[in-house]
C-alpha cells in the first residue's frame, strides 16, 4: 500500500522557518501532483501549494510571497519551506499525491499530517 509521511513540523517563534517534508512509498510506479493543504482548529482544509511532475508550480495567494513548494522526483518527496512565519500559519499540514502504483492503480493519497505551531 502506498504511504505518504509528512516530518519537519514542530513549534516556531513569529518570523521563523520550518521545512517540511513528505515521502512517498510503497507500491509506486509513478507519482503525478503532489500537494500540501492546511487545516486550523475548527477551520476547514485549506489549500496551500501544489507541484507537478514537471516542477510547475502554484501556491495559494496568502502565502506564494513566503512558502515555497519543491520536490525531488528521484526520492518521490515533496517539501514546504516555510518563512517568515505567523501565528496564523498555525495548523496541521497535510502532504497530498496523485500516485499511480506498480499494479497501475491511480489514487490521490493523504498523509498523516505534521503538527506546525506558530507561537511566542
Known amino acids: 500500500q502506498v504511504q505518504l509521511v509528512e516530518s519537519g513540523g514542530g513549534l516556531v517563534q513569529p518570523g521563523g522557518s520550518l521545512r517540511l517534508s513528505c515521502l512517498a512509498s510503497?507500491?509506486?510506479?509513478?507519482?503525478?501532483?503532489m500537494a500540501w493543504y492546511r487545516q486550523a482548529p475548527g477551520k476547514q482544509r485549506e489549500f496551500v501549494a501544489h507541484?507537478?511532475?514537471?516542477?510547475?508550480?502554484n501556491h495559494a495567494a496568502s502565502m506564494a510571497a513566503r512558502f515555497t513548494i519543491s520536490r525531488d522526483n528521484a526520492k518521490n518527496t515533496v517539501y514546504l519551506q516555510m518563512n517568515s512565519l505567523k501565528p496564523e500559519d498555525t495548523a496541521v499540514y497535510y502532504c497530498?499525491?496523485?500516485?499511480?502504483?506498480?499494479?497501475?492503480?491511480?489514487?490521490?493519497?493523504w498523509g498523516q499530517g505534521t503538527q506546525v505551531t506558530v507561537s511566542s
Open positions: 497530498n499525491a496523485d500516485i499511480t502504483t506498480v499494479a497501475r492503480s491511480r489514487g490521490n493519497y
Open positions: 510503497g507500491s509506486i510506479f509513478s507519482v503525478g501532483t
Open positions: 507541484i507537478t511532475s514537471a516542477g510547475s508550480t
